[in-house]
């Protein structure tokens, strides 16, 4: 259990050390109005172009597979400067461990992802999510799925 809190911290840490390192680096867009960025109830729109910024250990591809795979009605595009929107994150996997494999006869992993979605213009966050999928059975793709399956809720205004 405590393993599992740990790794909750851990992954707000790399989340916040990973919007500092953002935030140092030249591609990003200060705010209009030179304030840090706040998280809103702004909408989502239909049709809305999103850059999807590289991941640690890949997962990007796993989000754009599951935006794929669960229809959401947004536009991926490669060149953020092409973007409206950007969406950005940490995810960590936990493997199972021998114990676990040789008791159990399960190699599922446990998979923990954050994302935030930024509006590029004011560089204030409109959608933000966390999972964390124990004992996943197909690992990252699920953790993928689950955020697509919550960016198309938000865009229908379905999201609490």
Known sequence: MFKHIFRIAGI???????????ESTPSNLTPAND?????TNE????????????MP??????????????????VVVMDRDKAEYELSGVSDSDKAGWA????????????????????????NVVFAYSVNKTNSYKG?????ESVAKHIYEKIENRYH
């Open 43 to 54: 909408s989502l729109p239909s049709g809305a172009r999103i850059y999807v910024a590289p």
């Open 57 to 74: 250990n890949g997962f990007e591809t796993y989000v754009v597979a599951g935006i794929e795979k669960k229809k959401v009605p947004v």
């Open 100 to 123: 676990k494999m040789l008791f159990m006869g399960s190699q599922q992993t446990n998979e923990a992802a954050s994302i935030k979605i930024v509006n590029l213009k004011t560089g």
């Open 12 to 22: 707000g840490f790399a989340m916040a050390c990973a919007c500092m390192a953002q």
């Open 140 to 144: 990252k793709q699920s953790a993928g």
């Open 35 to 39: 304030k840090a960025p706040v998280i």
